[in-house]
């Protein structure tokens, strides 16, 4: 009933959620709580678009735990992580009837890092860990999963591999071909192996010989790998030694030009003629590589190179592969190190030629100088704000960046990081709600940015998910949030085919 | 396909049963009032040693099928849990309607887990309100380790599953045992029921009988067997008569008769009573099979069957006013609601 006197309220715009502060301090053009709304144009809103399922396959998968945006050479799939029981299965979905795997079967798998490459995926499996602070209190952590690895997988069903390789074994012989020509004297041979994946083992089987100026060189005995993953194998020579010391190891090689075995059954390499002049590309780097690669909780791409962090072991170190090699990581000069502060790291990823590396609460920045890793200065950015693991937004259905630009989302909030923490952060207008959030649990956060329909969609701790739409603006007063439930609870999100969401959903 | 309500894929419901009134005939039956979830069928059973008249006599036992594809829970559904939830406590609120004289309630209520009895025998016209508290605990059938298929669910709970018995005697006077001469008045239009105890089985007759009525005697037709009975005739064991209006005049009535056997003789006032059973728990009104004159609603219980696997790859769909799930494994999707949209302002409505 009017009130003389006094004029209603008109509401024409529904700005979001507000949930900062007291409810009496709430704006009129805000809603103090709603759920699975969503905003449509730039006042209105409504109910939030349904679901429905995304595999017409008699047995779809199930409890699926984390899966991510897959593209290959054909199309736009799905990587997916399911548990069963205490195994982890690696599933490639790629489309909705065609799934291949398990690619992958690892106990006690509870997440996996993942980054494409080439077509190709490389996998990482997650251990859950915990560690105890100073007041009793139980923190959770995620790192490689103990004695596991980097995988490989093709892409095209086949199981997936470790990545990386083990070096031949075995012992040449060596003998004079037919007539060419070598730098005559004593020379170290050995022969390195080459993955499907392009991976080049150190080199193995060295054997020493002295070679005649006016013979080439022939090889048998040359050992094969009984890997299918091996493809070709390549030799490698030292130039001439002299006051050889009997250390096979402690020579440069080289790849002798127009020297390999296309295949891994051949065990002979006939009539190779070389001059130690023509030894220019070095394979002395692949004896420091890692043969296996520890698994890590972070794999992202800077400069071409994989990176690979927060192993088993040392949860402060970033693997940072040779250029275009992503199973290359050298064990010696291969490393960029954060300070240790007892927590690992979380996430990185390059924005603008800089490679951020995030702890739970700090982040650093590296920057290629055009050395080995080893030598890349470290900047802190950030002493306070860091990122959890799965707390960058990817964008549409690849990389991270967007308008130059990160979202993060760290205990602070959901933040645009440019290089630094923007303030306020987007979630300013939601911080009761966010600090609802369980801390222990902000590993389940994981965010997709879709700039053709404008809005930041993330699982959030409750497994549920957080549309914040920012068709009006994406700053902390513009963006429209709203959380939305299903009937089970969210797991892991992704786009695809440039702004499908795809949602993952669990048992319960 | 209709669209169920997200919380349906609990597979969680509240069972419900029609009692009937005075002289009803409708046969309780359990209903399941959330379409689309499963069937269930119950055996109606009387509790021993209450007369059903105008009586209310109920006692539920609950044989839940699950087996029904379209509507229960699909053929290759895993599940995780299964929570039978009974009424904890409740008021319930017994009414004697007008009409009725030496109403005596007997009431007895049981849950799942045993029967508690009430005070009985409870004389009056007017309400009587008393608490109810079950001492039964929720079953929790918790599979979530290791599910199980709906022939599991079946074999392990498909029968018996006993939600609550009820039972309210209303609008009579208590049994009497007796083996000597006696007699009672009554109003007009009364009926009177004896069962006999000596055989194997409660049976009664219809003869015409004597009545002496303020020292008159009259015959009152039994109408499917008119027997004249001499004046001061034994009246045979085990027998039933009706007075009308048109029989009996004004004034209390007065019977007789001899036995030398056992046997309980109960008297049921011609006006129905009023039994109004009322709780917070477990009893609402508002559902009305058609036959029955009275008709309660009463909650029996919640059964919650988890299903387990609705896990899956989902796709948001623009547009699409429903969310449609998995159901483990034979392929089938359900729809459901999309869970309780709604936005709310700070300001006052």
Redesign the interface.
């Known amino acids: 009933m009017p009130i003389r006197d006094h004029s209603g309220?008109v509401?024409d715009k529904?700005n979001g959620l507000y949930d900062r502060g007291d409810?009496?301090s709430?704006?009129?053009d805000?809603?103090?709580?709603?759920?699975?709304?969503k905003y449509i144009a730039t006042s209105s809103?409504g109910?939030?678009?349904?679901?429905?399922?995304?595999?017409d396959?008699?047995?779809?998968?199930?409890?699926?735990k984390r899966?991510y945006n897959y593209p290959t050479q054909t199309g736009q799939t799905?990587i997916?992580l399911t548990i069963d029981g205490t195994d982890g299965n690696i599933y490639h979905?790629v489309d909705s009837t065609t799934v291949f795997g398990p690619i992958l079967t690892i106990t006690g798998m509870m997440d996996f890092a993942f980054i494409p490459y080439a077509g190709r995926a490389y996998i990482s499996p997650i251990g859950y860990y915990t560690i105890t602070g100073l007041s009793n209190d139980t923190l959770n952590i995620e790192k490689g999963l103990e004695d596991e690895f980097l995988y490989v997988y093709a892409g095209d069903g086949t199981p997936a591999r470790k990545a990386a390789g083990d070096p031949l074994s075995g012992s040449l012989i060596i003998a004079n071909g037919a007539a060419g020509n070598t730098d005559p004297g004593f020379h170290l041979f050995g022969f390195v192996a080459e993955t499907s994946s392009g991976y080049l083992t150190a080199p193995g089987a060295i054997t020493g010989f002295t070679t005649s100026s006016s013979f080439s060189v022939s090889f048998t005995n040359v050992p094969t790998s009984g890997d299918p993953n091996i493809v070709k194998r390549h030799l490698v020579a030292t130039k001439v030694i002299t006051g050889y010391n009997g250390d096979t190891l402690g020579y440069q090689f080289f790849f002798v030009p127009n020297a390999t075995i296309n295949n891994d059954t051949d065990t002979f390499l006939l009539d190779i003629s070389f001059f130690d002049a023509d030894l220019l590309e070095d394979a002395s780097h692949l004896l420091d590589n890692f043969a296996e690669i520890p698994a890590g909780a972070v794999l992202t791409l800077y400069h071409n190179r994989l990176c690979l962090a927060a192993t088993f072991d040392d949860i402060s170190i970033v693997l940072v592969s040779a250029l275009g090699e992503p199973e290359a990581i050298s064990q010696i000069d291969g490393l960029l190190i954060v300070p240790p502060d007892g927590n690992p790291i979380t996430n990185a990823q390059e924005l603008r030629d800089i490679l951020y590396v995030f702890k739970r609460a700090r982040t650093v920045a590296f920057v290629d100088n055009g050395n080995v890793p080893s030598s890349w200065p470290m900047t802190f950015i950030d002493n306070a704000l860091g990122a959890s693991i799965h707390g960058i937004a990817t964008v549409l259905d690849s990389g991270s960046a967007s308008v130059d630009a990160l979202i993060i989302a760290n205990y602070k909030g959901i933040n645009l990081f440019n290089g630094t923490y923007i303030a306020p952060e987007l979630s300013w207008k939601i911080q009761n709600f966010w600090e609802l959030q369980d801390r222990n649990e902000f590993r389940l956060i994981q965010m997709v940015n879709d700039p053709v329909t404008q809005q930041i969609l993330l699982v959030i701790p409750d497994k549920r998910i957080l549309s914040g739409n920012y068709l009006n603006g994406m700053n902390a007063k513009n963006i429209r949030w709203?959380p939305w439930?299903?009937?089970?609870d969210i797991n892991t999100i992704a786009i695809v085919n440039i702004s499908?969401?795809?949602?993952?959903?669990?048992?319960? | 396909m209709p669209v169920k309500d997200?919380d349906a894929?609990n597979m969680s419901t509240t069972f419900s049963g029609y009692v009937s009134g005075p002289g009803g005939t409708a046969t309780p039956v359990f209903t399941d009032f959330d379409f689309g979830r499963w069937n269930v069928s119950a055996s109606d059973s009387q509790i021993p040693g209450v007369i059903c008249s105008s009586n209310f006599s109920y006692e539920k036992t609950g044989d839940v099928d699950f087996t029904n594809p379209i509507v229960g829970i699909p053929a290759n559904a895993l599940i995780?849990k299964v929570e039978v939830r009974y009424p904890r406590s409740t008021n319930i609120v017994v009414l004697a309607g007008s009409g009725g004289f030496a109403s005596i309630f007997t009431i007895e209520a049981r849950f799942h887990d045993g029967s508690i009895t009430l005070p009985s025998n409870v004389a009056g016209n007017n309400t009587y309100t008393f608490s109810l508290s079950g001492s039964s605990a929720d079953q929790i059938f918790d599979y979530s380790s290791s599910p199980i298929t709906r022939a599991q669910l079946i074999s392990n709970h498909g029968t018996q599953i006993l939600f609550m018995g009820l039972s309210v005697s209303a609008g009579g006077i208590a049994g009497i045992n007796n083996s000597v001469n006696y007699s009672l008045n009554f109003d007009l239009g009364f009926r009177i029921r004896v069962t006999y105890t000596d055989g194997p089985f409660s049976w009664y007759i219809k003869p015409t009988v004597k009545v002496i009525n303020g020292g008159k005697i009259r015959t009152i037709q039994d109408p499917e067997d008119i027997l004249a009975v001499p004046d001061g005739d034994v009246v045979p064991p085990g027998f039933e008569f009706y007075g009308t209006d048109d029989d009996f005049p004004s004034g209390p009535v007065f019977v007789w008769w001899i036995s030398d056997d056992f046997f309980q003789f109960f008297v049921f006032s011609p006006i129905s009573p009023s039994v109004i059973l009322g709780g917070s728990d477990w009893t609402n009104f508002g559902a009305s099979p058609p036959t029955c004159a009275v008709c309660l609603t009463i909650a029996l219980g919640e059964l919650t069957i988890?299903i387990?696997?609705?896990?899956?790859?989902?796709?948001?769909?623009?547009?699409?006013?429903?969310?449609?799930?998995?159901l483990?494994?034979d392929?089938s999707?359900f729809d459901?609601k999309?869970?309780?949209?709604?936005?709310?302002?700070?300001?006052v409505p």
């Open positions: 309220i509401i529904f409810v009496d709430v704006p009129s805000h809603f103090t709580d709603c759920q699975n709304v809103f109910t939030r678009d349904g679901v429905g399922i995304s595999q396959v008699a047995v779809p998968l199930s409890n699926v899966f799905l997916v979905v709203a439930g299903f009937p089970r499908s969401v795809i949602l993952g959903m669990d048992l319960l | 997200f894929l995780s988890l387990a696997n609705a896990s899956g790859i989902y796709t948001l769909t623009q547009g699409k006013t429903n969310d449609t799930l998995y483990r494994a392929s999707t459901f999309i869970p309780n949209p709604f936005g709310k302002t700070g300001l």
